[in-house]
């Protein structure tokens, strides 16, 4: 016969020591990393081949103006397509950490070189546009991060990190009196 045996912890596998509690994981994240990865390899791949590929097609090797124009073109999009995917990409929070002691929290993104970078705000450093933006739902400090509030697993959460726990307008103990 077996015997189940369950361990009761307090600590949760989601907690990091060092930023606190985990309160939001973005769900996208590996897809993030796979479009940022693919695009920079094959901007890589490109910067390597287009020589060869021109010294044996002889395209413009003639014209030194046609030859420009080509590589031009060719380094635009070796070049432009993983600076817009960065710059679209860089506030997506792969997850959010809270710390209750200090009312903090870290947000960890995505760097230009696909490393993780972590971002340490107080509370009091959110401020919310007042345009709805494309990619941004907050600013932390001056950065802009970008998170799913349906993807808290905790509302208090999300409606703690926005200030709407704060504010007079958000006080439903009032409205059912």
């Known amino acids: 016969q077996g015997v189940a045996v369950r361990s009761l912890s307090t600590s949760s596998s989601h907690d990091h020591p060092e930023h606190g509690r985990l309160v939001y994981k973005g769900n996208l994240a590996k897809t993030v990393l796979g479009v940022k990865f693919f695009s920079y390899s094959t901007s890589i791949f490109n910067l390597f081949m287009m020589p060869y590929i021109m010294l044996k097609s002889g395209i413009g090797v003639e014209s030194l103006l046609v030859q420009a124009a080509f590589y031009g073109l060719i380094g635009v999009f070796t070049f432009v397509t993983p600076v817009t995917l960065h710059i679209l990409t860089k506030g997506y929070v ?3 950490y809270y710390k209750d002691e ?3 929290y870290t947000a960890i993104t ?3 070189i696909l ?5 340490v705000f107080h509370q009091k450093d959110v401020k919310i546009p ?4 494309m990619f941004t739902t907050f600013y932390a400090k001056t950065k802009s991060m ?3 509030p349906t993807l808290f697993p905790n509302p208090q959460d999300y409606n703690h990190l926005m200030g709407y726990d704060k504010s ?6 009032e409205l059912e009196e």
Not at 115 to 119: C, M
Not at 168 to 173: A, H, L, V, Y
């Open 94 to 96: 792969i997850r959010l």
């Open 102 to 104: 200090v009312d903090t």
């Open 110 to 112: 995505y760097n230009a």
């Open 115 to 119: 490393a993780e970078k972590a971002t």
């Open 130 to 133: 007042d345009i709805t933006k």
């Open 146 to 148: 970008l998170v799913n």
């Open 168 to 173: 007079s307008f958000f006080k439903f103990e």
